[in-house]
């Protein structure tokens, strides 16, 4: 709304608020959501982009929520260098290998000014080149080294919030950018069994918990292949989520690492027997693209849903009015109506905090324009109190996960508004993920030859098919239709049979998709 104003108060031309339909554009209809809403737009810088007050409000209210999920199961934060050595990269091999195309490197500490121009100094050059962390393994281990000595050191549980560079050549606003925001936990155990249960525990009670209880966003649970895997994890396990146009998003991963970085940076500890043995670790993240994710999972083609254990302004209340003697009432009415909703008994739902309410006393627009932008913006609801509510002692709410008009709007008396409110948004935050759950299952299918996987491929939507385990046929699959193993799930069904491609023997259907 402030943006409007900035700009006159004239209401946009229809064009400018047009978005693209799905159905017409999915690609653009994502983008014209991030634009309209206010969710980020392309920095100056290739690639990366400017989170916007109205986006990065989610990814706090997503901070808040993961945050409090992670300090439950005991884990603490911490910060870490954005610089890297290369010589830490070079002592993990696999890391070295997987990352090599996505790294920002600083070769140079210092500039100079010749004949009015900014240069690099050639004086200034780096004795080592420093790697602008892609991901954070490798410096984390190499401190890990100086704080564990003992198994009483262990385990070490820590999570960092922080930013990363991955030199992505094709970006998309929040799914893919060169610079994103997230939270990467690195942890530390004595034995294989503990590591090992910390990467189900924050696989299942923290990224799986917050992805359908927070986010409303139904996901699939359990490993990857090893075709999929992260760089240096003996094995990778993810939470993966169908997006409306039928394609895969990785929304979250957790690895159990082995002994791998401990042997590389020569973390060792005593035991109970006073023997010296590795340490076993793991590391798991989510990022900025679970925004993405958001959006797609829920938003139409008015513009943003948003759940609303989620939603930066949870209700916005719309005084009306054609004169300054109607809107005073409406106003007063309004006030009152916010400050019982945000007087309502707080609880673990909306993360102890308190509803945060709009009141738009905007009368420059016309009510018809105030609502479509409330709507565009994914406000869960919507309260209009004009005159005539007011000689009732009613108001009209407005909820935001129906797209058409019909069930959309209900007439509720002013007393115990607030308790209606705050129920009506538990059944919208329910509403978002049943709907979501019942499209992701209504679109996955069966393939049990390779020429019927390759028709429904082409069809929006996940597909099981048998697989023979091997790297080969499943790096086969990629080149020819652009489809990978997403997940393997921990609760697919006991289902021998013979691979789609080989022929050869095959454990259990997996789940192949087109992902971003």
């Known amino acids: 709304m402030a943006d409007q104003k900035q700009k006159g108060n004239t209401p946009p031309a229809k064009d400018d608020n047009k978005i693209t339909t799905r159905a017409s554009n999915y690609s653009e209809w994502y983008l014209d959501i991030v634009n309209r809403a206010g969710l980020a737009e392309n920095a100056d810088v290739r690639g990366c982009m400017v989170i916007k007050p109205n986006g990065y409000a989610i990814w706090e209210n997503m901070q808040r929520a993961l945050d409090g999920l992670f300090k439950g199961l005991g884990h603490v934060n911490a910060y870490f260098p954005l610089f890297i050595p290369k010589s830490f990269f070079q002592k993990e091999e696999q890391m070295a290998e997987g990352f090599a195309k996505e790294c920002a490197v600083v070769t140079h500490y210092r500039l100079r000014s010749v004949n009015g121009k900014i240069e690099v100094d050639p004086e200034a050059k780096l004795e080592e080149e420093l790697i602008v962390r892609p991901t954070s393994e490798t410096i984390i281990w190499n401190t890990y080294k100086n704080w564990i000595q003992s198994y009483r050191d262990l385990p070490l549980l820590i999570n960092q919030w922080a930013n990363v560079v991955r030199w992505e050549m094709r970006t998309r606003l929040f799914l893919r950018t060169a610079e994103f925001l997230w939270q990467e936990g690195h942890t530390a155990h004595s034995t294989q069994k503990e590591a090992e249960e910390e990467a189900m525990t924050i696989l299942m009670d923290a990224y799986r918990k917050f992805a359908e209880e927070w986010m409303a966003m139904p996901v699939l649970t359990g490993p990857k292949s090893d075709g999929q895997k992260f760089p240096g994890a003996v094995y990778t396990l993810c939470i993966e989520a169908m997006m409306q146009d039928g394609k895969a998003l990785q929304a979250g991963t957790s690895h159990f690492l082995g002994q791998n970085f401990a042997k590389a940076f020569d973390v060792t500890f005593q035991n109970t027997e006073g023997k010296r043995e590795h340490a076993w670790a793991t590391s798991w993240g989510v990022s900025t693209r679970l925004i993405g994710g958001l959006i797609m999972t829920h938003s139409d083609d008015n513009g943003l849903v948003i ?204 789940v192949f998709a087109r992902a971003y």
């Open 307 to 510: 759940p609303p254990r989620l939603a930066p302004i949870h209700v916005v209340i719309c005084p009306l009015g054609k004169n300054d003697a109607e809107r005073g009432p409406s106003i007063a009415a309004a006030e009152k109506v916010a400050a019982s909703i945000r007087a309502l008994p707080r609880d673990d739902f909306f993360g102890y905090q308190p509803l945060n309410v709009k009141v738009d006393t905007d009368f420059l627009h016309m009510p018809g324009y105030r609502f479509a932008e409330w709507e565009l913006r994914g406000v869960p609801v919507r309260v209009e109190i004009g005159p005539k509510d007011i000689e009732k002692q009613a108001c009209v709410v407005a909820r935001r996960d129906i797209p058409g008009k019909e069930g959309k709007t209900m007439g509720v008396p002013l007393e115990g508004a607030a308790a209606f409110i705050d129920k009506l948004l538990r059944e919208i935050q329910a509403n978002l993920f049943n709907r979501a759950k019942a499209f992701r299952d209504s679109h996955m299918k069966s393939a049990d030859s390779y020429d019927q996987f390759k028709q429904l491929i082409e069809e929006p939507g996940f597909i099981w098919a048998h697989w023979d385990g091997t790297r080969e046929t499943e790096d086969k699959i990629a080149e020819e239709t652009k489809a990978t193993i997403r997940c393997i799930p921990f609760d697919r069904p006991k289902e021998e049979g013979v691979c789609m491609v080989t022929g050869k023997p095959s454990a259990g259907r997996v």
